[in-house]
């Protein structure tokens, strides 16, 4: 991953399974949003691709590339919902603009994904009107709108206090944090621009050969901080 001639990441090899919850680590700046922008298709690798069940994202084009993306969901750090646009409008969106779905079904969709999340009866808020928490699960509700094979959460409790993130996790899977929902994980370092440990994230705690990794996962360095992603 780069830009220009600057390199973010190198080297980066990885398979998620089927109904894995994969996380991918790393400190401030070593690149974790923007491979999730990668994985997405919002931005082309420097070099490689990246493969849904043997198709390349990156070099699908037109019709086929629509088809793999409709099959990703994706929570954004911000939330990134329209300020114009009331709850229940950000949900349709979606099913809108790629559904044949009829304005009743949308609306009967919008209320289910919303009431998922916890915001049955704001419909008609706007983003201004809620809190970061409630903006936040909003954002998943419109991820999950056109049911989605894959969900990506791009720092889904930053800037949260402890009591709304640890809804927001129970939400994602009624447990708490990395360890708690965690598979795998992938830990992206910013000093040498590439992986340097891959599997569960409790053994990479216990056991990794890596101390930055080991630092990060039991916050024992203050200057090992960054986030989960």
Request: one cysteine or more; hydrophobic letters at 40%.
């Amino acid at each position: 991953m780069a830009y220009g001639s600057f390199v973010i990441q190198k080297d980066l090899s990885f398979t998620i399974a089927r109904a894995e919850i994969f996380v991918i680590m790393g400190g401030s700046g070593s690149g974790k949003s923007t491979l999730l922008n990668h994985m997405v298709g919002l931005q082309a690798p420097a070099k490689g691709d990246v493969l849904y069940d043997g198709q390349s994202l990156c070099h699908a084009e037109g019709e086929e590339r629509d088809r793999l993306r409709r099959r990703l969901g994706v929570s954004y750090q911000s939330g990134a919902l329209w300020s114009s646009m009331t709850l229940a409008e950000n949900v349709a969106l979606p099913l809108e603009t790629f559904t044949e779905l009829s304005p009743k079904q949308i609306r009967e969709i919008v209320s289910l994904k919303l009431a998922l999340v916890g915001l049955a009866g704001f419909e008609e808020f706007y983003p201004s009107e809620i809190s970061g928490g409630m903006v936040k699960r909003a954002g998943v509700a419109r991820a999950m709108a056109l049911d989605p094979d894959i969900l990506f959460f791009d720092e889904p409790s930053a800037g949260l206090d402890p009591i709304t993130s640890r809804r927001l996790d129970d939400l994602i899977l009624d447990l708490r944090g990395i360890f708690a929902i965690g598979d795998r994980a992938v830990f992206l370092d910013a000093e040498t621009q590439t992986m340097i440990a891959l599997g569960n994230p409790k053994k990479l705690r216990d056991e990794s050969p890596e101390a930055k990794v080991r630092a990060f996962l039991t916050r024992g360095e203050q200057d090992a901080g960054g986030s989960a992603g």
